[in-house]
């Protein structure tokens, strides 16, 4: 199985090489075949190198595999003329249409919702942000020096797969899908995204399905997380909601999430570089490492191969069994490196 490895900036390099690790714990506990890592370069690195963030190389090469990790990158501090993140670059090349942004607390951290267990999934190829939905140039622009637009893309094609892949995801758990919309103020764009996933709908008939306006989502979030299994929303509304699901669930360094379509997926945390903490053994590595997981998992199921499940779900327990034993990071309040932690989960991948 090859698999590509992005390092990325920061704090990427040390949580890139904390979740391989991992991985290839994982796979050999459950009798899966091996990984061929392919290493790709991307970020501050590949500016000195090639003098591009993202290189035709590492597209090219991306092409020829079906799923790879990405690490962190700070696309902030490149040169102006490359600002565009490299992961939206590629979620758009590839079409990874599906953003699966999972939230649950962890016996043995703090969380604000400790109750809460639930998946946004956001649609990921459209919406309102910019730099996805033209076909050349940026949806957003100004006509005059004081006068600027942006264009919100809703189509029903996107749509239908995001409905479908919200409700599958529903169905396998606790059979209940919220539709996350702003239709009584956008009743074009954000009515036709409710209308087409109450369609789908239909095809699912085990699953519950109810709608609620973005604004009302985010204050029960806070006063009742217990109560969502499922979201399903569109690109900007699914960003803000995950973030704020991460934090209620304790941190945004436990915030895993899967970019996917139905043939190619990347693993990628939801956090961010933090370049103040590279070199120095301190960051958290559990976000990737639980994207690692999903990874496995879709790979799994598309593949019909149950090893590759079963390392993904050996992944989570161990990380979910590290962190019940007091094991975590600073930023978790806990007093382990980032090896150390990353050697408690290599271990717990192993038991039963």
């Known amino acids: 199985m090859r698999l590509g490895l992005i390092e990325g900036d920061g704090i990427g390099p040390e949580v890139v090489r904390a979740t391989r690790m991992v991985v290839d714990e994982a796979l050999a506990a459950a009798g899966a075949a091996t990984v061929d890592w392919v290493r790709l370069p991307m970020g501050q690195r590949a500016i000195e190198e090639f003098g591009n963030p993202l290189p035709e190389q590492t597209l090219a090469a991306l092409g020829e595999l079906d799923a790879w990790i990405l690490g962190p990158h700070d696309n902030a501090a490149y040169p102006p003329e490359h600002r565009i993140a490299p992961g939206s670059a590629i979620r758009k090349r590839f079409g990874l249409y599906a953003n699966i942004r999972p939230a649950r607390a962890f016996a043995g951290l703090e969380a604000s919702a400790p109750d809460i267990d639930l998946v946004i999934v956001r649609e990921n190829s459209e919406g309102f942000y910019a730099d996805r939905n033209m076909f050349a140039g940026s949806g957003e622009f100004r006509p005059t020096p004081d006068v600027a637009l942006a264009v919100g893309v809703i189509t029903r094609q996107a749509c239908e797969r995001i409905a479908h892949e919200a409700l599958r995801l529903a169905a396998a758990r ?13 009743p074009m764009t954000m009515g036709l995204f409710r209308d087409v996933c109450y369609a789908v709908a239909h095809d699912y008939p085990s699953v519950e399905v109810d709608d609620e306006h973005v604004d009302a989502v985010a204050a029960h ?23 704020l699901a991460g934090q209620l669930s304790g941190s945004l360094g436990i915030a895993a999430s899967l970019n996917c379509s139905g043939t190619k997926a990347m693993a990628q945390a939801v956090h961010g570089a933090a370049p103040t903490l590279a070199g120095h053994n301190r960051a958290n590595p559990a976000a990737l490492q639980l994207s690692a997981a999903m990874l496995l998992h879709w790979l799994g199921i598309r593949d019909n191969n149950p090893a590759l499940s079963s390392a993904g779900e050996r992944i989570e327990r161990a990380v979910a069994g590290s962190f019940a034993a007091r094991v975590a990071t600073a930023d978790l309040g806990g007093l382990a490196s980032t090896s150390e932690f990353t050697e408690q989960v290599c271990a717990r991948v192993h038991r039963r």
């Open 174 to 186: 606790r059979k209940r899908v919220t539709i996350v919309h702003k239709a009584n103020v956008l």
């Open 221 to 243: 979030l806070v006063r009742a997380a217990r109560d969502y299994d499922v979201m399903v929303t569109e690109n900007l509304f699914g960003d803000i909601l995950s973030d």
